[in-house]
């Protein structure tokens, strides 16, 4: 019924709003006139999120908006599912999970400690790593093969006659992870099982394919597909498109479930590597480029609580590309995993340019600017900030010591402060915000003697300004920054 409404075939001419996750609805995504984007959480909403959460438990809030000052889980606190997850840890323990793969682990295991009591499976003296044993084999592990089913299929929603197929399904259903309701038609009552959200569909599948055998699980592995298409055909009734988001999650979870085998996790990021051409040599970075398919492996490196295992760093030594670019677009994930190969010995070190444009978080963009500029296995060369006003411009160029020897080679900042105003022929008066592109190039400079102190680069700033603006009197300037030496 939901695919005959986008389609058109039913109730034509009226309008539709559908939610979705990002690549739930991709193949039908050409039949809606708009569609937009959610995200996720800025800091005013992830602090009214747990404020919300205390008083709904009517509990004290004040762990929860601690919490949300760990720079390790900052990424997860973004979405809103993650932020749920996080409070009902910070309930239970007090330990923070800085990945999602540890997060889902440990949610996972309360829900089977939980449904043990429910189910009535401890007897009296028995150890609760034998109670987790036994519930996972009756119980989890036909639900894991049931959830990678529902992913293949990208549904869930399960009707009732499939679930006839699965042993214990009704107690399967008590675990925590699916509802059931009764759908009434014309015709007859139908029953249908969903499984709470879409994440955790995501996540026992990879639970699944983690439990394989390696040559079963690298073979799930290289039907996948690793690059983005689209395929239209004019005039025949052809049309495909796929994107490599499709496979993210499942992968990200089941590279941090499988942490531990060295061996594993090395085979497996070879395949990524070879797929996805993480080795070449990326188009130069504009402001137009965006995040593709070579930075899958960031993103599973992202998923890993410890450093890298020395077997699967020389795979990626070896394999190497020349120069990664971080994109405006570019999630918390690439930048995670970013700082994993910071920590590598790549000899000579990788080149780096990183547009952090869109990144609005100063803290996030701070931390991971100067990470890249001090790691000596990565040489940072361009770096993109977008600067919002003059205290902002200042910070940026104090906190990476931009002008010092040992600080980032180019600088590029957008400073989207200034105001022009321009009177319209009815006399009404338009204000439009103008972009300045500004670039200092540090080592540069001080080699030739154009910029040797902060103020020099202030005045290299406004001098730029004039050039492009025209003497524009409504402009606004950068004061002097004074050489803080």
Request: aromatic letters at 8%; a positive charge.
């Amino acid at each position: 019924m939901l695919h005959q409404l986008i389609e058109g075939k039913r109730l034509k001419h009226k309008p539709l709003l559908v939610t979705s996750r990002p690549n739930f609805l991709e193949n039908k995504q050409r039949h809606f006139e708009s569609t937009f984007t959610v995200e996720g959480y800025n800091n005013r909403e992830q602090l009214k999120h747990v404020k919300r959460y205390a008083a709904h438990k009517r509990i004290d809030p004040k762990p929860f908006i601690c919490m949300l000052k760990e720079e390790s889980i900052i990424d997860l606190c973004s979405n809103p599912l993650n932020l749920t997850l996080l409070c009902l840890l910070r309930e239970e323990d007090t330990q923070l999970r800085i990945t999602r793969t540890a997060l889902y682990t440990s949610i996972h295991r309360i829900i089977k400690q939980k449904a043990a009591k429910r189910l009535k499976l401890i007897e009296a003296g028995e150890r609760m790593d034998l109670i987790e044993a036994k519930v996972e084999e009756s119980l989890l592990r036909p639900l894991y093969q049931f959830a990678f089913e529902a992913h293949q299929k990208n549904e869930t929603v399960v009707r009732e006659k499939d679930s006839k197929k699965v042993k214990n399904f009704q107690r399967i259903c008590e675990v925590g992870y699916l509802t059931n309701e009764v759908i009434i038609s014309r015709l007859q009552k139908e029953v249908r099982f969903q499984f709470t959200h879409k994440t955790f569909v995501e996540f026992l599948a990879a639970k699944h394919i983690a439990e394989m055998d390696q040559e079963e699980r690298m073979n799930w592995m290289q039907h996948l597909r690793y690059e983005n298409c689209y395929i239209e055909i004019k005039g025949l009734a052809i049309d495909d498109d796929f994107k490599v988001e499709q496979n993210e999650a499942v992968l990200g979870f089941l590279f941090g479930l499988l942490e531990e085998e060295s061996a594993e996790l090395t085979e497996m990021a070879s395949l990524v590597i070879k797929e996805t051409r993480f080795s070449y040599e990326p188009h130069p970075l504009s402001r137009y480029s965006s995040c593709d398919a070579s930075h899958q492996l960031l993103k599973l490196l992202a998923e890993l609580n410890n450093v890298v295992p020395p077997e699967l760093a020389d795979v990626i030594c070896e394999r190497r590309p020349p120069l990664i670019n971080i994109h405006r677009g570019c999630s918390a994930s690439c930048r995670k995993g970013m700082l994993k190969l910071c920590n590598l010995r790549f000899q000579p070190p990788i080149r780096l340019n990183v547009d952090l444009g869109l990144l609005r978080d100063e803290e996030v963009k701070m931390s991971f600017g100067q990470q890249s500029i001090k790691s000596k296995n990565i040489e940072c060369s361009k770096i993109w900030i977008g600067a919002y006003d003059h205290t902002e411009l200042w910070n940026n160029v104090r906190g990476l010591r931009i002008g010092q020897a040992d600080s980032v080679q180019q600088m590029h900042f957008t400073d989207s402060s200034i105001v022009t105003q321009s009177t319209s022929a009815e006399g009404s008066t338009d204000v439009a915000m103008a972009t300045t592109t500004l670039w200092s190039f540090s080592r540069r400079f001080r080699s030739n003697g154009k910029l040797t102190k902060f103020g020099d680069f202030a005045k290299e700033i406004n001098r730029q300004r004039e050039a492009q603006f025209g003497g524009n009197t409504e402009k606004k300037q950068i004061k002097q920054i004074h050489n803080p030496q």
